[in-house]
């Protein structure tokens, strides 16, 4: 069996407020290098609260989280910055490019956080971008892309930075259904090739993609006992 990359021991994140707001109740998890899993639940289930514990964007209120072994309760904000950084590719429905720097730019910025020097960068992004099937657009403004593109950008920013565990909230959630497809076939490649990920959806073909699934409901994590029947 796989080391596990992530562990989440009764971790739950519960929002200060007023009033304070429970979003993940205390919960269990492993999951090991080279998963694929996907988390399906209703708007305002906890998911996006859940990837964000995860992602090291939020800490648990409660329980703790071990990220490739490491205790992450245990580190000051710098410490885990860094650690995000190593480990962490990002994924948003939204797309998070900005909108007045290049495709190539959009992902060079991915690399400043990690330390690499200048002159690497501009190769390391036109690598990820032709990896994502736009070599050719590199210099191209965002607003000259479409919503695919767009997003493939956006996984190309998430990869640069060569993270063991990507984390995508409602990664096809703006795309119509064709671009979706070729958005998770690009995701589905990149896990063929080592990379852990975990993608939060509201959609069960993309759940359906997962080679685990979890559902969460008000704020509570679980396998689901019948696939079939997710929604
Ligand atoms: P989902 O992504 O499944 O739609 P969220 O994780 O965004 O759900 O939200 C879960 C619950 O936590 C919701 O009730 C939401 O209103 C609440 N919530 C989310 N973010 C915050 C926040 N920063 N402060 C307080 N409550 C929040
Ligand atoms: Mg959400």
């Known amino acids: 069996m796989k080391p596990p990359v992530i562990e989440l021991h009764r971790a739950a994140l519960t929002y200060p407020g ?10 269990d998890l492993t999951v090991r290098q080279g998963e694929f899993l996907t988390v399906v639940g209703p708007s ?17 209120s409660q329980g703790r989280y071990l990220l490739d072994g490491v205790d992450t309760g245990q580190l000051n904000d710098a410490d885990r910055s860094a650690l995000r950084g190593r480990h962490i590719g990002f994924v948003f429905q939204a797309f998070h490019v900005l909108p ?18 200048r002159r690497e960068r501009g190769e390391r992004a036109r690598t990820a971008l032709d990896a994502v099937g736009l070599g050719n657009r590199t210099e191209a403004l965002p607003t000259t892309l479409s919503g ?10 998430a990869l640069v930075g060569q993270p063991s565990l990507v984390l995508c909230d409602e990664p096809t959630g703006n795309l119509d259904t064709a671009t979706a497809a070729q958005v998770l076939d690009l995701l589905e490649e990149l896990n063929a090739g080592g990379v852990t990920l975990i993608v939060i959806t509201h959609d069960p073909a993309v759940s359906e993609r997962g080679t685990r699934v979890l559902r969460i409901r008000d704020g509570v994590l679980g396998e689901p006992a019948e696939p079939a029947v997710l929604s």
């Open 100 to 117: 007045h720097r290049t495709a190539r730019e959009n992902v060079e910025t991915a690399l400043v956080y990690q330390r690499v020097p």
């Open 18 to 27: 007023p009033p304070p707001v429970a979003a993940l109740l205390p919960c």
């Open 148 to 157: 695919g593109e767009r997003q493939r950008v956006a996984i190309a920013r």
């Open 44 to 60: 305002g289930s906890g998911k996006s609260s859940f990837l964000n514990l995860i992602g090291l964007l939020d800490v648990p």
